[in-house]
């Protein structure tokens, strides 16, 4: 008798558990706990043309973009007459023809044309922005140290160079050491008495050399992380520095391209995410520098590496691409 019974409480248990274990697993699968099996969104961004590179700020005498690079502009290593040349405006003068001034030889002359009482005979360049100008080099002839050099960053207030020597007919460097910041130069006859003095005042040849800096910045919204952003991750560029020369990099993001935060020097620094903001734009500054002026380096492309993460998915990477 208490067999049967027992038998029955056993079989009785084994179906309820049954039933419990069916009901648990229906209950599991239509649980919102349950494991994901989603993934992650792919997406890239891809900059690779001239008109990519145009859309960024930057100034064009200073920066040459053509197509998959963009470099210093040299503009002839600070060549007056190749500026000149660009822009017969940059050069103005009260006496004489200023271009023999600046064409590199030895044959052609600037002269002064003693005429009045005053013999203020002058001619000045407008560099047309600020450069570190670090050399002057000047043939000159008949000085009796009356040929004065100046240089101004206003046009208005000058200041003089001295050269350090003078006296008849020669020719000089002035070293500048760590250079001046100039954009507008000139050259002017400042003895009253100099025609009757020394003879016809002039200058064969007036160069300069000087180092060059200039920034690119991408434009607010053209690396983006979208709407799945998650976290910047790596900087990569591709680019070519010979001696002489530099590239610096700074960056900031923004959670809609319009506000933005401090710029930092490394990618790892930037803020990706603050509570639920995701800063998913990203900008770059590149800072294209030569310290001998004649040197140039050059970026091919930037190459940006973030993640993006579709909750409750596994961040992805992904990748970027400026230039190239």
């Known amino acids: 008798m208490y067999k049967k ?7 009785l248990f084994v179906a309820v558990s049954a039933i419990v274990f069916v009901v648990s697993a229906k209950n599991f699968k239509n649980s919102p706990f349950k494991r994901s099996s989603s993934t992650a969104s792919t997406a890239s961004s891809t900059i690779t043309t001239q008109g990519d590179f145009e859309l960024g700020s930057y100034d064009a005498s200073r920066l040459t973009i053509s197509s998959g690079s963009m470099s210093i502009n040299l503009l002839g290593s600070l060549d007056l007459l190749s500026l000149y040349n660009e822009d017969n405006s940059r050069l103005t003068a009260n006496a004489g023809t200023a271009p023999n001034a600046i ?19 002058y001619w000045q360049f407008d560099l047309g922005s600020t450069f570190t100008v670090k050399t002057l080099h000047i043939n000159y002839i008949e ?17 003089n160079i001295p050269l350090g ?25 400042n003895v009253s008495s100099f025609c009757t003095v020394c003879g016809t005042p002039g200058v ?89 002026g ?13 993640h993006t ?16």
């Open 103 to 121: 064409d590199a030889s030895d044959v052609t002359t600037w002269e002064a044309q003693c005429t009045g009482a005053d013999h203020s005979d």
């Open 143 to 159: 000085d009796c140290n009356g040929v004065a050099v100046y240089y101004s960053t206003n046009g208005t207030d000058w200041t």
């Open 5 to 11: 019974i027992w038998y029955l409480v056993v079989v």
């Open 204 to 292: 064969h040849d007036f160069q300069i050399t000087g180092s060059h800096t200039t920034t690119h910045t991408t434009a607010a919204t053209q690396i983006d992380g979208g709407t799945n952003f998650f976290e910047w991750e790596a900087f990569t560029p591709t680019q070519t520095t010979p001696a002489n020369t530099s590239i610096s990099y700074r960056y900031r993001t923004s959670t809609n391209g319009t506000d933005w935060t401090s710029w930092v020097g490394a990618i790892g620094s930037v803020t990706s995410r603050n509570g639920n903001d995701r800063y998913r734009y990203l900008q770059v500054e590149a800072t294209l520098s030569n310290t001998d």
């Open 165 to 189: 020597f003078g006296g008849g007919a020669g020719h000089g460097d002035v070293d500048l050491g760590a250079g001046i910041t100039a954009r507008y130069l000139k050259i002017q006859i």
């Open 309 to 324: 993460n579709l909750a409750p998915s596994t961040p992805t990477a992904m990748t970027a691409v400026v230039g190239g």
């Open 294 to 306: 004649a040197s140039t380096p050059s970026i091919d492309q930037y190459e940006i590496d973030y």
